[in-house]
């Protein structure tokens, strides 16, 4: 069994271990805000996510009935689980508070904005979520975003060369 290394940030004086990411998400959306969020999870399902396995890259959150979920959470069967083990692709909710899923659920009403997970991290020993509310990209859009990072990196090479030949 090969284990993921987990990244280690410090945020705001408390240690923050990454578990996953959706990349993806930042390419294919427009992300407006980003919100932090805690997960209701089962005793294998975070077993599983502090040995660094998880998959977001197909989840989706909603707002149902004044609570917000996430659905498509890929999280794979805890390797010495017994009979108590998960299922992987359950619904699970999400821990937000009230005045930010009021805020939330009119947003989500509009037409194209929906919620993304972005990442998930353990945060003084609690699994959160970060989801970002995101308009979806046409292709030009995205080949736009590219060309524009693309230039920017180009420039910053540029102005590293310049410094270095003017030592």
């Keep these: 069994m090969s284990k993921k290394k987990q990244e280690k940030v410090k945020h705001s004086?408390?240690?923050?271990?990454v578990v996953t990411t959706n990349r993806k998400a930042r390419h294919d959306y427009e992300i407006l805000d980003t919100y932090e969020a805690g997960?209701?999870?089962?005793?294998?399902?975070?077993?599983?996510?502090?040995?660094?396995?998880?998959?977001?890259?197909?989840?989706?959150?909603?707002?149902h009935n004044g609570e917000a979920r996430v659905h498509n959470f890929h999280i794979p069967e805890y390797d010495?689980?017994?009979?108590?083990?998960?299922?992987?692709?359950?619904?699970?909710?999400?821990?937000?508070h009230r005045s930010?899923?009021?805020?939330?659920?009119?947003?989500?009403?509009?037409?194209?904005l929906t919620l993304v997970p972005l990442s998930v991290y353990f945060l003084n020993g609690y699994a959160k979520m970060e989801l970002g509310l995101g308009r979806g990209r046409k292709n030009y859009d995205k080949r736009q975003a590219i060309a524009k990072r693309e230039?920017?990196?180009?420039?910053?090479?540029?102005?590293?060369v310049a410094a270095k030949r003017g030592r």
């Design 13 to 17: 004086g408390s240690e923050r271990s």
């Design 39 to 63: 997960m209701v999870l089962s005793g294998t399902e975070v077993k599983a996510l502090r040995q660094g396995r998880g998959n977001i890259v197909d989840a989706y959150a909603e707002i």
């Design 80 to 96: 010495y689980g017994t009979w108590t083990n998960h299922p992987p692709r359950r619904i699970r909710k999400l821990l937000l």
């Design 100 to 112: 930010e899923l009021d805020k939330l659920a009119p947003k989500l009403d509009e037409a194209g």
């Design 151 to 160: 230039a920017d990196r180009e420039i910053e090479r540029a102005a590293g």
